[in-house]
């Protein structure tokens, strides 16, 4: 019992930790070319944690951009090999038989592709307008992101809100305050001439007590 209370515990802690880290990020989803050229496939919005290590940093850098100057510049993962298992006899890997499968060992080999997917989570930048590719340091893709997430689609966002989206119905406008016809100084005056006046009814009376005695 006190061992499933554990972990629990544990359990709790961190899905509480995990939901501390969620914020608003931008999703991407791209195909990189081997010769350097990459194609978005998806932009989005979404709740989720931001990642911006690369685990194999490469030639290639993803880009959030501002009308001010880059917000973001991150590696991208851009390996192009890959590596396919199958099985031989185990004599051609200088193996003997019995050290497979009915005398077939496994064994694998390289291939090279011509592109790879990618799904990226980046850090929300509500200033965001262009998000950019780069192989090499060199500009590769440059794409419009209110024109691909502020589309007349009859929703709105927060950050398309920001980009004036026809979608997004005008924030109601504070009424203004009306001014009191009754101005504060004057008001002070008043409350004043008030505590005046009762104190000198208030001697008043005291005296008249004092008279009567």
Known sequence: MALCAAIMVVGVAAAENFAEGIEQIFIVEATLFR???AELKQLSIADGVPNTR???PGDYEIRLVSNSGILLTSDISSSFTAYEEFLVPCEELGMPPEAGFDGMCLTDKERQLESVEKFLRLPYFAAAEKLEF???GKLMAS???PALLCKADGTCSDYCRLKGDADCPARPS???KKESGFPAELALVVVVLAIVL???ALRRSRNQQEQAI
């Open 143 to 145: 794409i419009d992101m």
């Open 174 to 176: 504070q009424p203004a």
């Open 35 to 37: 010769d350097g050229s």
């Open 134 to 136: 780069t192989y090499r």
């Open 198 to 200: 009762a104190l000198l």
């Open 54 to 56: 690369a685990s194999e």
